[in-house]
């Protein structure tokens, strides 16, 4: 099994997956993908689409209606919607039948130096948007 990358940015979950799909460190990625932005902004749909196919993936971005039950591939991505356990939303990679997720103890430590990264068996919110490989 793939281990899991914790993110090491305030932002940096998208980064984190990145990583993951990509085969790096977190590292790596924030090198590849800009530390600047990652810090400031944090990753829209669209344009960590456009990052992992600029990196030689083939992925489209895809808006999740709410009552939509949708059946995710390996490597897809999701952001699910913001909440007062995620204020912003975040990312975590659907593999092997399992999300990946960069902060998994963000809901009771909310402090980044604590962040772990590990697998659960659902997604810790509802889908919004998903990041499909083609």
Sequence with gaps: MKQSITQELDYGCGVACFAFICNMTFQQAVIFLGKEYSVKHGWCPSDLVAALNRYGLSYKNYYVPKKRKTIYSNGSIVLIERSSSYPVGHYLVFHDNQW???????????????????????????????????
């Design 100 to 134: 990946m997720d960069p902060w998994i103890n963000l809901p009771e430590d909310k402090i980044l130096k604590n962040a772990k990264s590990g697998f659960r068996s659902e997604l810790p919110g509802k889908a919004m948007y998903a990041l499909i490989p083609t």
